[in-house]
């Protein structure tokens, strides 16, 4: 199976500061990789998928890049309402579709 | 609107058996496959199982396999999970999630139901 190694698991950040999520997959996923948000009453959304296309709906102020085994979201200027779970998902290949395991941000 | 009402959880025995259900509205439920993904109190995301649109495709996550069983009722726009030889480890918020297209992308996101496994 492909693990997903998600860096850091917290980051204390301040209101509009840019921030960088980081996923690393135990091989090569061929762009296969999805990220979603987790608030803290257990809302999940989606908001990028296959690396870099943005969900209908999400903010322009998050994007997402990588190639091979590196991966990486990028909220540009953080706004209230952005402080949660951040998760990774890889879909290369048949199942098991493997999450990383969580970066929560934090208002400092 | 896409809703995902995800019902039937609650305490029951290691051993014992319980069956999840997801009531879905706002899409036609035929056209999409479906998932049950997971989170252990305090953990990650695990994804459990999934099924195609007409059931042709059915997977399962080692975890699970053998112990749960996915399905689905088109005609009544439900998602099962029955679930046996429960174990302390299936503890956990149990969500229902529509897949977005082809590719294993999960655009919707039920509640989550709680499923506690103690004696």
């Known amino acids: 199976d492909i693990q997903m190694t998600q860096t850091p698991s917290s980051m204390p950040a301040s209101l509009g500061e840019r921030v960088t999520i980081s996923c690393r997959a135990s091989q090569g996923i061929s762009n296969y990789l999805n990220w979603y948000q987790q608030k803290p009453d257990g809302t999940i959304k989606p908001l990028i998928y296959?690396?870099?296309n943005l969900q209908s709906g999400v903010p322009s102020r998050f994007s997402g890049s990588g190639s091979g085994t590196d991966y990486s979201l990028t909220i540009s200027s953080l706004e209230p309402e952005d402080f949660a779970m951040y998760y990774c998902q890889q879909y290369d290949s048949s199942p098991p579709w493997t999450f990383g395991g969580g970066t929560k941000l934090e208002l400092k | 609107e896409v809703q995902l009402v995800e019902s039937g959880g609650g305490l029951v025995q290691p051993g014992r058996s319980l069956k999840l259900s997801c009531l879905a509205s706002?899409?036609?439920?035929?056209?999409?496959?479906m998932n049950w993904i997971r989170q252990a109190p305090g953990k990650g995301l695990e994804w459990v199982a999934s099924i195609s649109s007409s059931s042709s495709y059915i997977y399962y996550a080692d975890t699970v396999k053998g112990r749960f069983t996915i399905s689905r009722d088109n005609a009544k726009n439900t998602l099962y999970l029955q679930m046996t030889s429960l174990r302390s480890e299936d503890t956990a918020l149990y969500y229902c999630?529509?897949?977005?297209?082809?590719?294993?992308?999960?655009?919707?996101w039920g509640q989550g139901v709680m499923v506690t496994v103690s004696s």
């Open positions: 706002g899409f036609t439920f035929s056209n999409y496959g």
């Open positions: 296959y690396t870099s």
């Open positions: 999630a529509r897949r977005g297209g082809r590719t294993p992308y999960f655009d919707y």
